[in-house]
């Protein structure tokens, strides 16, 4: 089990940029692949980022945030560069283990989410 915690979420203007940040304990984080997942108000949660495990790592994102958002790794925090953020994309977003072989099926560890609000 992967114990995950996000941070980094608030209040940015439309244009604007933030950093989200996923800390992940346990031996095993690193041997995971991450992703970023983000759940707006009255919508279904959907797959955001990922990032496999390992060295060589390698990206997989959104269209809708292709070019905009950005996802790294550094020792055990995987981390959510947001830039020109707009107000679609405000929501709860979470960090979560997934398998390598389908970046938007989860293992079962989840964080408990931090809170995106872009103002137009």
């Known amino acids: 089990q992967v114990h995950l915690v996000e941070s980094g979420g608030g209040l940015v203007q439309a244009g604007g940029s933030l950093r989200l940040s996923c800390a992940g304990s346990?031996?095993?984080?690193?041997?995971?692949?991450i992703a970023w997942f983000r759940q707006a108000p009255g919508k279904e949660r959907e797959f955001v980022a990922a990032?496999?495990?390992?060295?060589?790592?390698s990206t997989y994102y959104k269209d809708s945030v292709k070019g905009r958002f950005s996802i790294s790794r550094d020792k055990n925090t995987v981390y959510l560069q947001m830039t020109g953020v707009k107000p679609e994309d405000t929501a709860v977003y979470y960090c979560a283990t997934v398998y390598d072989s389908d970046f938007e099926k989860t293992s079962g560890s989840w964080g408990k989410g931090t809170q995106v609000t872009v103002s137009s």
């Open positions: 346990g031996r095993i984080f690193n041997d995971w692949a």
């Open positions: 990032l496999s495990s390992g060295i060589g790592e």
